[in-house]
């Protein structure tokens, strides 16, 4: 018989009861005890849930107050010591100091680092986050199980079949941290084991059969070492004698597949979506007294799955495989609890999306044909084929026009027109900017007033001509507060943006938006993709009218502000019926479009951010040449159809860019800011010695701390990057856009940024400088 089963379930509620609960604790206005008491409701309806739709287990350890890894550290009790806790920190208290920082004790003389909340990072390839162990030579592990414990006897009182689930630990060990120098998280290795067989037993004399290990590093290209550590891992486990389904996803196992069929654990779950090319290696590889958990269901994105191609591959292999367990790739947790009756989405939107309840039905009804014969199943397949059916054929989703443009693009449509030399020239004799021209990223503070009139005009309260005005007055006090401080590039400020891919998705063909489909972030933070699936077209200019107005009120020179192909492409769910480099594409030729008319309005300097490129790249470093081939081109087309004296600018930011340093200057930006103060400048050596060719704006100041950065701290980190970059090409300006803060932190930061510039301009002159092609003020 066929089972079925999820790695995981999303915790945040249907209606975000969790995070609302979360939330609520923290400012104080739960107890402890209702917070419990809530997040078991949502615990309990995720159960019901997995057993309605006839799952075989529920999965427990899943469900987290704020992130899984957390969970783990907490479980190992590896707290940093820096935390200095105390017998009288309750454990959440603990775990919530970990999450979000712990609170200053008045007069206490502590450094900076002292109680800061830890890392956060993302999660793979996804857009969840989660935060970092941190591991030095004090690092020692123990099992406080009893919260997991706690959640197993909870479901089992319930009557569920329980399968715990765990990350393994030599992923564990991986997304950790090493803060001592010379100490390799992999030396932990043998500290942690016995923890892990203690936990196991424990488990298994809790009555648990079955539980779940998530090793996803198995899809990594991982260092010999750590390869050669998972036998000896999964010996030691195997002492514990509980029936272990090792979990691998979200990237193919390559070269780590045999290890993974050989490892001494009783079932394998391969994600069939990202690595369906290697199921044939594995059903000959994976011993046949091993289960094979097959994860047929995409659990990364939100599309009705094709249910008769997934019985084709699952039903040849039911006669080497009776007993085959099939899953979603990975934890549903990376879609929405629910798209069935979102109230935004069309009823025909509806037909075509599928979230984590609709995805555990499809399995259900695969288990099912499996089980019981297809003719069990033929009224619900036959639902599901009119759907798919109708999706493809329909024509909201393909547009004739924007497949023809695509194929009818000139082969130098993503090239300027000139080299970058040219252009520079051309743009300085135009501009006339200083040395160490000083500008922002984009947003100004989306202050309460703002969003307060958004609401309103969402809610129809506020009319559009009046919204319209109130923006207005906005962009103009943005502009003002500019001149005032002396910036050089001005922004307008972005006060009429929601978010920086919703904004520009509202206004494409091919987006819709649903009003519940979120996903989580990050803890209690969470996300609201944008569904992608038609074919991309502009209706009309987006943000000309805007830009334009804002550049009306100055002589100085005010900059377009697009979000770009690759980041409206990866922070939305994108459509699966055609390769994401066409979808890339057709999105480039919409804000090429975009930024055409950004031009002829007079605009000339345009950003196009483009935060996301780092995060799109695969897992695997094989597969990155093709994407960044293609991702680069995309925002080159984007980019180019502009004068030589128009200036293009990219931003990026919150990713490690070091290994992509040729392909980011393959996208030939004229000017590219970048978020660098989180590695104190670390990120400039790389554009140092890479040399990079064009100009940059390393930033100078993080944007997520209230705190005012000095004009000689400022001034500091610009003589640091000075020494890697030469000065004539160095910009000034923040990591990111400003709009989570208050306007008072703001102006007094963006003060020492334009004072601090002057200062290097003044000693650049004094100094023999490189900076003389510029002129100065
Ligand atoms: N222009 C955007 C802003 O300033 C960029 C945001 C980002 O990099 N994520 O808010
Ligand atoms: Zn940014």
């Known amino acids: 018989m066929i089972k079925s089963h999820t790695l995981g379930f999303p915790r945040i509620g249907a209606a975000r009861e969790l995070k609302f609960a979360v939330e609520q604790f923290w400012r104080g206005e739960l107890t402890e005890a209702a917070l419990q008491q809530r997040a078991a409701a949502v615990r309990q309806r995720n159960w019901q849930q997995q057993i309605d739709a006839g799952l075989d287990f529920v999965s427990v350890g899943d469900f987290s107050l704020y992130d899984h890894v957390a969970d783990h550290i907490s479980l190992?009790?590896?707290?940093?010591?820096?935390?200095?806790?105390?017998?009288?920190?309750?454990?959440?208290?603990?775990?919530?100091?970990?999450?979000?920082?712990?609170?200053?004790?008045?007069?206490?003389?502590?450094?900076?680092?002292?109680?800061?909340?830890?890392?956060?990072?993302?999660?793979?390839d996804t857009n969840y986050h989660y935060l970092v162990?941190?591991?030095?030579?004090?690092?020692?592990?123990?099992?406080?199980?009893?919260?997991?414990?706690?959640?197993?006897?909870?479901?089992?009182?319930?009557?569920?079949?329980?399968?715990?689930?765990?990350?393994?630990?030599?992923?564990?060990?991986?997304?950790?941290?090493?803060?001592?120098?010379?100490?390799?998280?992999?030396?932990?290795?043998?500290?942690?084991?016995?923890?892990?067989?203690?936990?196991?037993?424990?488990?298994?004399?809790?009555?648990?059969?079955?539980?779940?290990?998530?090793?996803?590093?198995?899809?990594?290209?991982?260092?010999?070492?750590?390869?050669?550590?998972?036998?000896?891992?999964?010996?030691?486990?195997?002492?514990?004698?509980?029936?272990?389904?090792?979990?691998?996803?979200?990237?193919?196992?390559?070269?780590?597949?045999?290890?993974?069929?050989?490892?001494?654990?009783?079932?394998?779950?391969?994600?069939?979506?990202?690595?369906?090319?290697?199921?044939?290696?594995?059903?000959?590889?994976?011993?046949?007294?091993?289960?094979?958990?097959?994860?047929?269901?995409?659990?990364?994105?939100?599309?009705?799955?094709?249910?008769?191609?997934?019985?084709?591959?699952?039903?040849?292999?039911?006669?080497?495989?009776?007993?085959?367990?099939?899953?979603?790739?990975?934890?549903?947790?990376?879609?929405?609890?629910?798209?069935?009756?979102?109230?935004?989405?069309?009823?025909?939107?509806?037909?075509w999306v599928a979230g984590a309840c609709e995805k555990i039905a499809e399995l259900h009804l695969l288990k099912?044909?499996?089980?019981?014969?297809?003719?069990?199943?033929?009224a619900e397949m036959a639902t599901t084929r009119a759907a798919l059916a109708a999706r493809r054929s329909s024509a909201r989703v393909s547009k004739p026009a924007v497949a023809a443009r695509v194929a009818a693009l000139p082969a130098a449509a993503d090239r300027r027109r000139s080299?970058?030399?040219?252009?520079?020239?051309?743009?300085?004799?135009?501009?006339?900017?200083?040395?160490?021209?000083?500008?922002?990223?984009?947003?100004f503070p989306q202050t309460?007033?703002?969003?307060?009139?958004?609401?309103?005009?969402?809610?129809?309260?506020?009319?559009?001509?009046?919204?319209?005005?109130?923006?207005r007055r906005e962009i103009a006090a943005a502009v003002a507060e500019q001149e005032a401080l002396g910036i050089d590039v001005l922004v307008h400020g972005e006060a009429e943006r929601n978010d920086m891919v919703e904004y520009f998705g509202e206004q494409l063909d091919g987006f819709a938006f649903s009003a519940n489909g979120w996903v989580q972030s990050y803890g209690s933070r969470c996300v609201k993709p944008p569904l992608?699936?038609?074919?991309?077209?502009?209706?009309?200019?987006?943000?000309?009218?805007?830009?334009?107005?804002?550049?009306?009120?100055?002589?100085?020179?005010?900059?377009?502000?697009?979000?770009?192909?690759?980041?409206?492409?990866?922070?939305?769910?994108?459509?699966?019926?055609?390769?994401?480099?066409?979808?890339?594409?057709?999105?480039?030729?919409?804000?090429?479009?975009?930024?055409?008319?950004?031009?002829?309005?007079?605009?000339?300097?345009?950003?196009?951010?483009?935060?996301?490129?780092?995060?799109?790249?695969?897992?695997?470093?094989?597969?990155?040449?093709?994407?960044?081939?293609?991702?680069?081109?995309?925002?080159?087309?984007?980019?180019?159809?502009?004068?030589?004296?128009?200036?293009?600018?990219t931003h990026m930011c919150y990713a490690q860019f070091n290994d992509i340093l040729p392909q980011i200057a393959a996208m030939d930006a004229d000017v590219i800011t970048i978020e660098t103060s989180r590695s104190d400048m670390a990120l400039l050596r790389g554009f140092g010695e890479f040399a990079y060719p064009n100009e940059i704006g390393p930033g100078v100041y993080d944007i997520h701390s209230p705190r005012v950065p000095s004009v000689d701290a400022i001034a500091r980190l610009l003589r640091k990057a000075a020494e890697v970059i030469p000065a004539s090409q160095l910009w000034v300006n923040p990591d990111c856009g400003l709009k989570t803060r208050d306007w008072p932190e703001t102006r007094a930061a963006l003060a020492n940024m334009v004072t601090a510039a002057r200062q290097l301009r003044a000693e650049s002159r004094t100094s023999s400088s490189t900076v003389g092609e510029r002129t100065e003020h």
């Open 448 to 471: 309460a007033a703002i969003r307060a009139m958004r609401a309103a005009h969402k809610r129809g309260e506020l009319a559009e001509d009046a919204y319209h005005t109130a923006m």
């Open 76 to 124: 190992f009790g590896c707290a940093p010591a820096r935390f200095a806790f105390t017998d009288s920190d309750t454990p959440l208290a603990r775990y919530f100091s970990m999450a979000r920082g712990a609170a200053q004790q008045e007069g206490a003389a502590c450094c900076h680092q002292h109680g800061a909340a830890l890392e956060m990072t993302k999660w793979f």
């Open 133 to 351: 162990p941190e591991f030095d030579d004090a690092t020692r592990f123990s099992l406080h199980a009893a919260a997991l414990l706690a959640e197993v006897a909870e479901a089992r009182a319930l009557g569920h079949p329980v399968k715990p689930v765990l990350l393994g630990p030599l992923t564990f060990l991986w997304l950790g941290k090493s803060k001592a120098a010379g100490l390799e998280c992999l030396a932990l290795l043998d500290q942690l084991l016995p923890v892990y067989v203690q936990l196991l037993q424990q488990l298994k004399a809790a009555g648990v059969d079955w539980v779940q290990i998530d090793e996803p590093i198995l899809g990594l290209d991982l260092p010999g070492d750590w390869v050669l550590a998972f036998e000896r891992s999964y010996h030691a486990l195997a002492t514990a004698h509980l029936s272990v389904l090792l979990a691998t996803y979200f990237s193919p196992l390559q070269g780590q597949l045999s290890l993974a069929c050989k490892l001494p654990v009783a079932g394998l779950h391969v994600d069939a979506i990202r690595a369906a090319d290697e199921l044939t290696a594995v059903l000959d590889w994976l011993p046949p007294h091993k289960v094979l958990s097959v994860g047929i269901i995409d659990g990364r994105n939100i599309w009705r799955s094709d249910l008769d191609a997934a019985l084709e591959v699952l039903t040849p292999m039911l006669a080497r495989r009776p007993g085959l367990w099939i899953a979603p790739s990975c934890s549903l947790l990376h879609v929405p609890v629910t798209l069935a009756d979102d109230g935004a989405l069309d009823a025909e939107l509806r037909s």
């Open 532 to 649: 992608l699936f038609g074919d991309v077209g502009r209706r009309g200019p987006m943000t000309v009218a805007w830009s334009a107005y804002a550049q009306s009120l100055s002589a100085r020179p005010v900059k377009g502000m697009l979000t770009g192909p690759i980041t409206l492409l990866q922070w939305s769910f994108v459509r699966d019926d055609q390769p994401r480099s066409r979808t890339a594409l057709q999105l480039a030729l919409a804000v090429r479009d975009e930024v055409a008319d950004l031009e002829a309005a007079g605009i000339g300097i345009i950003q196009i951010d483009e935060p996301a490129l780092r995060e799109g790249l695969p897992l695997r470093r094989a597969a990155w040449p093709a994407y960044l081939e293609w991702a680069t081109a995309a925002f080159r087309v984007a980019a180019s159809g502009v004068d030589d004296a128009t200036q293009v600018h």
């Open 419 to 443: 080299v970058f030399s040219v252009r520079q020239a051309a743009q300085r004799s135009r501009f006339k900017l200083p040395a160490f021209p000083t500008t922002t990223i984009g947003s």
């Open 368 to 378: 099912r044909a499996l089980n019981d014969g297809h003719a069990s199943v033929a």
